[in-house]
């Protein structure tokens, strides 16, 4: 059976152009030029400089919390940047910092009709620590590299995704017409040692080449027809069923904070029950674990009972915790060694505490199980971790890192507007 884990955690018009145009003009020109230039120019740098003045907007961002916070996110929604910013546009918004640095964002239009939902960009925190930003609506200066990626891989009809940690895939439907033909709603793991991207370069490999670790890591990882690593099925008298191949994609976000994505899910039946379901997916940047919405659809009256969970490997232990409002579980054991896999990896699920039914394993799998409602959508953070990433050098490590993002998910940031910081 799996050890229920209890945690020991530390919390913790310029005069320039002016003065110029005079001496082209010479004196007396230039005096009468200068009158011109006071009388129009001055106005419409009055104009300007209250523009100006309307047009930056300061927001704090505040962390309440006894421990330090990497890489967070800052969510506002649009709304809330045209409440403070009115003129600010999808491609005229940036953020700064105190010091007036520009801060990496990313608007976000998930439904893709050209109005934005969010405005995201990131900070990192000591404990109790707040810190000022400020909105301007101005294009960015500099384009920041992504630290996230999606793509689907026409070939094997595969959608991979990655941040500057991990990465991981699922498969679509047109793997079964490839030499490889599974059926498997199972998410798939790559590790990586490197904190640049690498999916497009893996896939220029070849599927045997990125089996094998060349100095940035590899998929070790086995998924088969199975949940891999947070897959999601039907449960009914103790088994599986689960979904076939993702029949669609639609890739909605690509960096550089946030890569995001769905997945639709042709329907499939267990006894007589018959649901469908549409994955959403969003990774950020600097995390080794990503949010995912499942919505079931059912024509059946009553709670939908699912699983989500890991699938067993050889030499892994299984721990659960709900020690936090978000409760999780994981799996932890050695890399499988075939094609030189090598290291540890913990795999894990974190889903809301109150909505776990249970734990349960079984011969393959360790499992939460949980219950959802046709249309409604109900979240789970999914990832895993590597020790020869550096993250990660012992299983007590990856259960610190597990515990910190449950508390952080239940105490996001305190954000407030304005020269003082007001809510």
């Not at 050890?3 to 001496?23: F, G, H, K, M, T």
């Not at 920041?144 to 699922?170: G, M, Q, T």
């Not at 017409?177 to 590790?191: E, F, I, N, R, Y």
């Amino acid at each position: 059976m799996m050890d229920q884990y209890r945690s020991e955690r530390s919390i913790q018009a310029s005069p320039n152009l002016i003065v110029a145009w005079s001496a082209r003009l010479g004196k007396l020109s230039g005096l009468i030029a200068v009158g011109a230039l006071l009388s129009i120019g001055l106005p419409r740098a009055a104009e300007a400089q209250a523009r100006s003045a309307a047009s930056r907007a300061p927001v704090f961002a505040e962390n309440l919390l006894a421990i330090p916070r990497e890489d967070e996110t800052i969510e506002l929604t649009w709304p809330t940047v045209l409440e403070h910013l009115p003129h600010a546009a999808a491609n005229r918004v940036r953020v700064v910092d105190a010091a007036g640095n520009e801060v990496t964002s990313q608007v976000i239009d998930n439904d893709t009709n050209g109005t934005p939902e969010l405005l995201i960009f990131q900070g990192s925190f000591w404990p109790h620590e707040k810190k000022e930003f400020y909105l301007e609506d101005v294009a960015p200066v500099t384009k920041s590299a992504s630290r996230v990626h999606v793509l689907h891989d026409v070939p094997r009809d595969d959608i991979a995704w990655e941040s500057d940690r991990i990465a991981f895939r699922a498969y679509g439907e047109g793997l079964k017409k490839t030499p490889s033909a599974m059926s498997s709603s199972g998410l798939d793991v790559w590790v990586k040692s490197v904190r640049t991207p690498i999916l497009e370069k893996w896939y220029a490999k070849g599927h045997d080449s990125y089996h094998v670790d060349t100095g940035e890591g590899a998929d070790f990882f086995d998924v088969g027809e199975t949940l891999g690593a947070g897959g999601t099925a039907l449960w009914r008298g103790d088994s599986l069923y689960r979904a076939d191949n993702f029949k669609a994609y639609r890739i909605t976000a690509n960096g550089p904070i946030r890569a995001s994505f769905e997945l639709r899910y042709d329907p499939w039946s267990a006894g007589n029950e018959t649901v469908s379901e549409v994955k959403r997916f969003s990774i950020d940047a600097g995390q080794n674990l990503y949010r995912q919405e499942s919505i079931f659809t059912s024509a059946t009256p009553g709670e939908i009972v699912y699983a989500i969970g890991l699938v067993k490997r050889p030499g892994m232990k299984g721990i659960e915790s709900k020690d936090q409002p978000w409760g999780w579980l994981t799996g932890w054991g050695p890399v499988a060694p075939k094609n030189g896999g090598h290291g540890e990896l913990g795999t894990a699920v974190l889903l809301p505490r109150e909505r776990i039914t249970e734990w349960k394993e079984t011969p393959t799998h360790y499992l939460a199980i949980s219950h959802a409602t046709s249309g409604q959508p109900v979240v789970h953070y999914i990832g895993a971790g590597w020790t020869d990433s550096g993250d990660f050098p012992t299983p007590q490590s990856w259960w610190n890192y597990l515990d910190r993002f449950a508390i952080r998910l239940a105490s996001p940031l305190r954000i407030t507007f304005g020269a003082t910081g007001t809510r």
